[in-house]
Each structure stands twice: as C-alpha cells, then as structure tokens.
C-alpha cells in the first residue's frame, strides 16, 4: 500500500525538511522503521526505551537495538511470550511509558519513587518489593489531608472546633498575607514562572538549582507539600513540623513528603542557606512556604536549613560549603 502523497508531503513539512527524492526515501525508511519497532514491542507499552542503544564502540551488547531489530517473527513470538513470564516486565513498561510521554510532549521527565530511595537498600530488594517503587512519585499541587485517616490528637493551644484541617484560617482572620481579597489565587500567582531544576549534587544527592531567572532576595519561590500527618506520626527525616503563628508557634502537624510532594522536597540542607521555610497565610490557608534570603543566580543552587534532626532522620551529615570546610581543618 502506497502512502498518501500530500500526507507524506506535510509530515516533510512538518519537519522542516526541503521535499526532495532524498528526504522522501528517508521518512519512508523512518516509517518502516517504526512500524517494525512496533511490532517488537507489541502491546508492551514503554518497552521501547528500556532496549538498550547499539554500541558506538563497536563492542556488542547481549541485547541490543540491533539485535532485537533483526529477530524474526517467531523469535518476536518467543520474545513476547517471554516478557510476559516475567512479573518485573510491566511495572518497567509503565515507567517507561511515562519517559515516552515527557518525550513526545517536550515535558520535564517526571520523578519516580526509587529515586528518593537510598540506592544501597533499593539492591537489596526482590523484583517483588522493588516494583512499587518503579511507580511515578506523585507531584501534588495542595497538600494531602484525610481526616478519616489518622487519630488526630487535638494540638494544646487549639482555640476552635475539632477535627479540623490544622492550616485552617478562621473565617474571621484576614485570610491572605499577600492581599486583602477573601478569596484569591495569590498561591499561583505569587510563584516565579521559571521553575527550578532537579540535579545531581556531589556527596549529597539530588539538589536544585535556578533554571532562568535569578531569583531575588525575599521572592516567594513554592510551597513544601506533601501529605498533612498527626505529630510524630513519621521519624524517617521526610517529615517537617508545622508551627502555627497564631497559636505562638506551636506545632499543629507533620507535612510528609516521602510518598507525594513537589521539587522542594529536594532542597538541601546548608548551614549557610541561600533561602528559608517560613508559614504564610497565603489564599485561605497557612503554608509552609520557601523564601530566597539572598539572590540565587541562573544555575546557583538553592538550599535551606532544614534542622539537625532532618539529616539525622534520614541518616546523613552536612556536606554544605560550610561542614566540608570544617571537617577539612579538622
């Protein structure tokens, strides 16, 4: 079957290629291509990026793109009937496919769960405990709370009714400190357009950095979400108190953010901070909000100090400018 001349003439142009023999007889090669990478992958969405690239070395790989491209249609059987034995297959598939969706729509790849794990415990485990961690981590946009979840002791200094969502604002308060609207979006708006980026810091881990902008001194940079817990409810360092100003600072609340969050969640711990956490009443509920105290220029990396407790939690130390200096005197 022949295809369409003028559809094969707006995918060149799609392209942004000339419509010439020679690019015609490429996107064809393409096409064919692709439709043989299909028919290995079959119905194991995601599959395709998990193949290993040819080796430009010259050396071959036991598996390879070349090798499965040159199996046959009962090798192809053979294969499928293989991954399909195998209960590890589909939780790598939908890891997978979800690295193809950030691909095809020109997306930062989303975080998944083993990423915040420590890589020494994660080879420890067997495919069956591993494959919950192969999962997307759940980037949330307000925090999580679920009343019915937890026994939920109420805090000392609580002046009103109970249960109640701890970052509650009375109605009779001024429900925003960035306006005098009752009801706003100032948590959106108030947020810088460029959002950081995730990196890989040496001796720490994952990091952030500025990706654009330099972000200014007092700039209101994104609030630490994650799922709102009873106190003491988490002892693993992915917990932060929650203090409520109005009740002269007394914690109210954890904010969990090992099983769901965003990028702050990432920030380091510096004992000589580029920002802060501070509670803001912000659009009807107090946040736990991150603040520049000092401008962080395009690629400056933004860290915050969290407390002694939260790098004990999770069993690390310092490596900040700061204890590397101090550890090399001593």
Same mark, same amino acid.
């Given at each position: 079957?022949?295809?369409?001349?003028?559809?094969?003439?707006?995918?060149?142009?799609?392209?942004?290629?000339?419509?010439?023999?020679?690019?015609?007889?490429?996107?064809?090669?393409?096409?064919?291509?692709?439709?043989?990478?299909?028919?290995?992958?079959?119905?194991?969405?995601?599959?395709?990026?998990?193949?290993?690239?040819?080796?430009?070395?010259?050396?071959?790989?036991?598996?390879?793109?070349?090798?499965?491209?040159?199996?046959?249609?009962?090798?192809?059987?053979?294969?499928?009937?293989?991954?399909?034995?195998?209960?590890?297959?589909?939780?790598?598939?939908?890891?997978?496919?979800?690295?193809?969706?950030?691909?095809?729509?020109?997306?930062?790849?989303?975080?998944?769960?083993?990423?915040?794990?420590?890589?020494?415990?994660?080879?420890?485990?067997?495919?069956?405990?591993?494959?919950?961690?192969?999962?997307?981590?759940?980037?949330?946009?307000?925090?999580?709370?679920?009343?019915?979840?937890?026994?939920?002791?109420?805090?000392?200094?609580?002046?009103?009714?109970?249960?109640?969502?701890?970052?509650?604002?009375?109605?009779?308060?001024?429900?925003?400190?960035?306006?005098?609207?009752?009801?706003?979006?100032?948590?959106?708006?108030?947020?810088?357009?460029?959002?950081?980026? @995730?990196?890989?810091?040496?001796?720490? *881990?994952?990091?952030?950095?500025?990706? $654009?902008?330099? +972000?200014? /001194? %007092? !700039?209101?940079?994104?609030?630490?979400?994650?799922?709102?817990?009873?106190?003491?409810?988490?002892?693993?360092?992915?917990?932060?108190?929650?203090?409520?100003?109005?009740?002269?600072?007394?914690?109210?609340?954890?904010?969990?953010?090992?099983?769901?969050?965003?990028?702050?969640?990432?920030?380091?711990?510096?004992?000589?901070?580029?920002?802060?956490?501070?509670?803001?009443?912000?659009?009807?509920?107090?946040?736990?909000?991150?603040?520049? @105290?000092?401008?962080?220029?395009?690629? *400056?990396?933004?860290?915050?100090?969290? $407390?002694?407790? +939260?790098? /004990? %939690? !999770?069993?690390?130390?310092?490596?900040?400018?700061?204890?590397?200096?101090?550890?090399?005197?001593?």
């Amino acid at each position: 079957m022949r295809a369409d001349p003028v559809a094969i003439a707006n995918l060149i142009n799609g392209l942004g290629w000339e419509n010439t023999k020679k690019n015609r007889k490429k996107l064809h090669h393409y096409l064919e291509d692709g439709r043989r990478w299909k028919g290995i992958c079959g119905s194991f969405d995601g599959l395709l990026c998990l193949i290993p690239p040819n080796r430009e070395d010259g050396e071959s790989l036991q598996i390879s793109g070349r090798v499965c491209h040159e199996l046959s249609g009962k090798d192809i059987e053979l294969f499928h009937s293989l991954l399909k034995a195998n209960e590890f297959v589909q939780p790598m598939c939908r890891a997978g496919k979800t690295f193809q969706a950030s691909i095809w729509s020109d997306a930062e790849v989303p975080e998944f769960k083993w990423e915040a794990e420590d890589p020494r415990e994660i080879s420890r485990l067997s495919v069956k405990e591993l494959a919950p961690f192969i999962e997307k981590f759940s980037v949330i946009t307000e925090n999580e709370y679920s009343p019915e979840k937890y026994d939920w002791p109420k805090p000392d200094r609580w002046l009103w009714d109970w249960p109640q969502h701890p970052m509650w604002v009375p109605s009779s308060d001024r429900q925003c400190d960035l306006c005098n609207i009752e009801k706003c979006n100032c948590i959106t708006t108030c947020l810088p357009e460029n959002k950081p980026r @995730i990196t890989y810091e040496r001796g720490k *881990g994952q990091g952030v950095r500025v990706n $654009g902008s330099t +972000f200014v /001194k %007092g !700039q209101i940079l994104e609030e630490y979400r994650g799922e709102v817990v009873p106190l003491e409810t988490y002892h693993d360092g992915w917990s932060m108190e929650f203090i409520r100003p109005d009740l002269d600072d007394e914690p109210v609340a954890q904010i969990y953010s090992r099983e769901m969050g965003n990028w702050v969640r990432k920030v380091n711990h510096s004992c000589r901070p580029s920002a802060k956490f501070c509670v803001m009443k912000i659009s009807g509920l107090w946040r736990q909000m991150l603040i520049a @105290i000092q401008d962080i220029p395009h690629n *400056g990396e933004i860290t915050a100090s969290c $407390g002694r407790n +939260f790098l /004990k %939690g !999770q069993g690390k130390e310092c490596f900040c400018e700061v204890c590397n200096s101090t550890r090399q005197r001593g």
